[in-house]
């Protein structure tokens, strides 16, 4: 889900050319690596909750699901370092493949590293398909990291740089869709995967994500590459065609212009690494670190994890837990368009703000309610109607996410950093993002084990912080064009020390020029 672009805003430069039919198609075919990543995020917890799964791979979880006695605690009947394993490797394995994915996509192009995130994703869904032992199943999940590390980072880039300036935010945003496409499918097949009887339904689960993975595979063969990877490796007439073709128009003198300059700026840093630790981008630097930091401890991949299983822990039949996450797969496309249709007109910040106040609200309310029937010992059952307002309360939270802290979490790192340092603070943002995924799902169980239903306490005190945090130290980006962005830090209380003048006026001397 890394970002890669900025939203064009009033004020900005406005090229010539419109969004042709060329474009709109490689952007829609590149935007299926984000289904890749959904589609994995949808299926895990939905067959870590299948009986035939367990018992096979997880025996000593499948025999605590089975315990009926009435002294049973709720709380830990799922908590096991392996099952946790099983989802949170993938993402340990992505952080790792990100840093050379993002070397790739830059010597190589952007097409070639969403060829590989195909290949190697369909290796691992294949492999997880096949599976008959918890080795086997591993291996399969760190083919699947590799794949969502490459994806992650070369499919936001090539969907900004393919993208005329006025929709670019907007398409940024399109693969954070494609995401909870994924994701809702994932649940759909689940429900669907264990009615079969047999046994085998999580074998099905697992490899049809070799579907969208080999769909992606062979667009990457077709893609062209984005004018910008041409030139970067040294083919401006070949660039300047393709920029021709993806606008529309053969007046495009500008718009090359200002990717040559660009070029010429980012070929003159050294060390992308070094000069982002300058003191002049400071703001950069911390908000590609805390947002996706704080992004994970929303608690939102709990959710997304462990839908299924939380809600069969809550006391929700296999079945009812499965159709549970469902819907709120549903709730989290619905929102994302939310999203997609107000960032631009109401800004970050607001988004930020009310969805964080009402993520707070319902885990309070989750927490109350856990607490209140499962108290300490874990031991008590929902009636229907209590069952029915737990899923409405996680269903007000994931919209919240959905159009706030999820689709954000990557739009504001990626249109903060100007170009010559976008490269590094991109791979802060990935690594950064993978990492705490990797942590929290990893901890989870044993945390809801341990913490109990303090453990939604837990999460809503993050999202406290993170709340403060945007209320004082992120200043709106609507509608600013990257070349803007320093008189953005400038002017604001805190950062503005950290910027030196020439940086802001560098800036409208060129514009002048």
């Not at 007439?237 to 920029?243: F, G, I, R």
């Not at 079945?319 to 819907?327: D, F, G, P, Q």
């Not at 990626?414 to 993978?434: D, K, T």
């Not at 799902?441 to 084990?449: K, S």
Request: aromatic fraction near 12%.
């Amino acid at each position: 889900m890394a970002g890669g672009g900025f939203v064009g805003g009033d004020g900005g430069r406005s090229y010539e050319g419109g969004v042709t039919v060329f474009v709109v198609f490689t952007c829609l075919a590149a935007a299926m690596g984000g289904l890749l990543f959904g589609y994995d995020l949808g299926i895990s917890g939905g067959v870590t909750s299948m009986e035939s799964f367990l018992s096979k791979f997880f025996p000593s979880v499948y025999h605590k699901m089975k315990n009926e006695s009435a002294g049973q605690n709720q709380y830990c009947k799922f908590d096991s370092q392996l099952l946790t394993l099983f989802t949170s490797c993938l993402y340990i394995a992505a952080l790792v493949a990100s840093f050379f994915a993002s070397s790739v996509t830059r010597k190589f192009g952007r097409k070639i590293s969403m060829f590989v995130a195909g290949l190697v994703f369909l290796m691992g869904s294949v492999l997880n398909g096949v599976a008959n032992n918890i080795v086997l199943l591993i291996i399969g999940r760190l083919l699947l990291g590799i794949g969502v590390g490459f994806a992650n980072q070369s499919v936001p880039v090539y969907l900004a740089e393919m993208a005329p300036t006025k929709i670019r935010g907007a398409l940024n945003m399109g693969f954070q869709m494609a995401i909870t496409i994924g994701i809702l499918v994932a649940g759909l097949v689940n429900f669907g995967t264990a009615k079969i009887k047999g046994g085998y339904g999580w074998r099905i689960s697992l490899a049809l994500a070799a579907v969208p993975s080999l769909m992606m595979t062979l667009a990457a063969v077709f893609l062209p590459d984005t004018p910008n990877s041409i030139l970067e490796r040294g083919h401006p007439e070949k660039a300047k065609k393709m920029l021709q073709k993806i606008r529309g128009t053969n007046n495009v003198d500008e718009e090359f212009q200002d990717l040559l300059n660009a070029t010429e700026v980012a070929n003159r840093v050294e060390n992308q690494w070094m000069n982002i630790t300058q003191p002049r981008y400071r703001p950069q630097l911390i908000i590609c670190f805390l947002i996706p930091f704080f992004q994970q401890l929303t608690g939102i991949n709990v959710i997304m994890f462990y839908a299924p299983v939380l809600f069969m822990t809550l006391g929700f039949g296999n079945e009812a837990s499965l159709m549970s996450s469902v819907i709120t797969g549903g709730v989290n496309v619905v929102a994302t368009l939310v999203s997609i249709f107000t960032v631009d007109k109401f800004g970050r910040r607001i988004l930020f703000l009310q969805g964080g106040v009402q993520m707070i609200i319902c885990q309070i309310a989750v927490g109350v309610m856990i607490g209140k029937e499962f108290g300490v010992s874990g031991e008590g059952s929902f009636s229907k109607g209590e069952a029915n307002w737990i899923l409405f309360f996680v269903c007000a939270y994931v919209a919240a996410f959905a159009w706030s802290w999820g689709p954000l979490g990557w739009l504001v790192p990626s249109e903060i950093c100007p170009l010559e340092i976008r490269s590094a603070g991109q791979a802060i943002n990935v690594s950064v993002n993978m990492l705490f995924t990797f942590l929290i799902g990893q901890v989870f169980l044993t945390m809801l084990c341990h913490l109990k239903f303090g453990l939604f306490f837990f999460f809503a005190g993050f999202v406290i912080i993170m709340t403060i945090f945007i209320t004082f130290f992120l200043p709106e980006t609507k509608n600013v064009p990257i070349e803007e962005m320093n008189r953005v830090w400038k002017a604001h209380w805190f950062w503005g020390k950290y910027i030196p003048d020439e940086a802001v006026t560098h800036g409208r001397q060129d514009r002048a020029a």
